[in-house]
């Protein structure tokens, strides 16, 4: 019988420690067995590590060589990301942070679609936004992904999943730190959906999606605010560089025009009165 291939699950965990349990353990409940958990903890003020350390059954890497001050998180994932990447040995990988989770036939249906469909290098799942056990729904927007003009709308970082050999080609790409406000899940379908047309949304619900209202996406990134205008922005100039470097056709749109005139009345206010961006 041919052996089942190996699938890296990928766990990036900040100042999460209420969520530390629910994570690892959807992860072990799976119902496909050849995984590997890495759990890295991006030296958390929380007990976050030392309740992982209890799990006997994942690999447990704890982040020690912080000597940035975060202002946004964003970076700091992509590193803990990209160091559990470097521990792992998997096939695939399936991205998961901390305070989400997955339903229990996540990884067999990820790996299904893949051994289905040679081709594609990338599948998200769609996410069931999760708020308490009594109150959570199923988002189904994202009919609209296929559009080339500006990035892809996706499901959010804990619904990738990737083979190991199309993220080696990307990697260098995903590490630019020219700019630090866009996240992995955006550099990693942007990447994949416009250069490389490898982008694949697969009609299952297959991962929780925890709403922390204390987090950082819905505490500083809400739509409108300075911070989402900013990082509008960088998205068009991270879609400005993708089209020069790799010769895609570059489309300018009303959205693109309001957004830098926009973040640029920003970038100014910040300049004349001493604050930075």
Request: charged residues 30%; glycine residues 2%.
């Amino acid at each position: 019988m041919k052996k089942k291939p190996l699938v890296s699950i990928l766990i990036a965990s900040y100042n999460k420690e209420k969520f530390v349990n629910r994570c690892i353990k959807s992860c072990l409940r799976q119902s496909y067995k050849n995984i590997e958990i890495i759990f890295v903890d991006d030296n958390s003020s929380d007990s976050s590590y030392s309740k992982a350390k209890k799990f006997k059954k994942i690999k447990i890497f704890k982040k020690n060589n912080k000597t940035e001050k975060r202002k946004f998180n964003t970076y700091f994932q992509i590193e803990t990301y990209l160091y559990a990447y470097k521990k792992s040995k998997g096939d695939f990988i399936s991205f998961l942070d901390c305070d989400d989770f997955f339903k229990k036939n996540k990884i067999e249906k990820i790996i299904d679609f893949f051994s289905k469909n040679k081709d594609d290098q990338i599948v998200l799942d769609k996410p069931i936004i999760f708020y308490s056990k009594n109150n959570f729904f199923l988002h189904n927007d994202y009919l609209n992904y296929k559009r080339k003009k500006k990035w892809p709308k996706f499901p959010p970082q804990s619904c990738i999943s990737i083979r190991r050999n199309f993220l080696k080609i990307i990697i260098n790409e995903i590490k630019k730190k020219k700019f630090p406000l866009l996240t992995f899940d955006f550099r990693l379908t942007v990447l994949s959906h416009l250069v490389y047309n490898k982008f694949s949304i697969i009609d299952e619900h297959l991962t929780y999606y925890f709403q922390d209202r204390r987090g950082e996406s819905l505490g500083k990134f809400q739509k409108f605010s300075t911070n989402w205008w900013l990082r509008r922005h960088q998205a068009f100039q991270y879609l400005d560089y993708l089209s020069k470097k790799y010769k895609i056709k570059k489309n300018i749109s009303l959205d693109l025009i309001i957004t830098f005139i926009i973040a640029s009345n920003i970038n100014l206010f910040f300049k004349l009165f001493g604050h930075k961006s």
